[in-house]
Nanobody, 130 residues
């Protein structure tokens, strides 16, 4: 069983940046996929980014492409989400999601079907003020 702990959320002004972290305990991220989702009040959960630990591939929706970057640190068993040029519509609770995955194509296919990986963190709040 893997436990995921997010950190790095906070209050930031429009155009600012934040870096979120997702640290795993219980096992390493090896052979896993890791993703970020977000949910704003009154809205459905939305996919934000994903990375494959096997091939290093990444996947983003158009809403964040070019602004958000997902990365990993093998030594720290941590995944990061660098968020730049933040907008008020980025305000949400951001959740880390992880599970076994062969490669980024498998992860992208799964997410496109509306599926998610089995493990979740408790989330970290990002608030973008205008």
């Amino acid at each position: 069983q893997v436990q995921l702990v997010e950190s790095g959320g906070g209050l930031v002004q429009v155009g600012g940046s934040l870096r979120l972290s997702c640290a795993a305990t219980g096992r390493t991220f090896s052979s896993y996929g890791t993703g970020w989702f977000r949910q704003a009040p009154g809205k459905e959960r939305e996919f934000v980014a994903a990375i494959s630990w096997n091939d290093g591939g990444t996947y983003y929706p158009n809403s964040v492409k070019g602004r958000f970057t997902i990365s990993r640190d093998n030594a720290k068993n941590t995944v990061y989400l660098q968020m730049n040029n933040l907008r008020p519509e980025d305000t949400a609770v951001y959740y880390c999601n992880a599970g076994p995955a062969d490669n980024i194509l498998a992860i992208a296919t799964m997410i496109s079907r509306g599926d998610v990986m089995p493990y979740w963190g408790k989330g970290t709040l990002v608030t973008v003020s205008s």
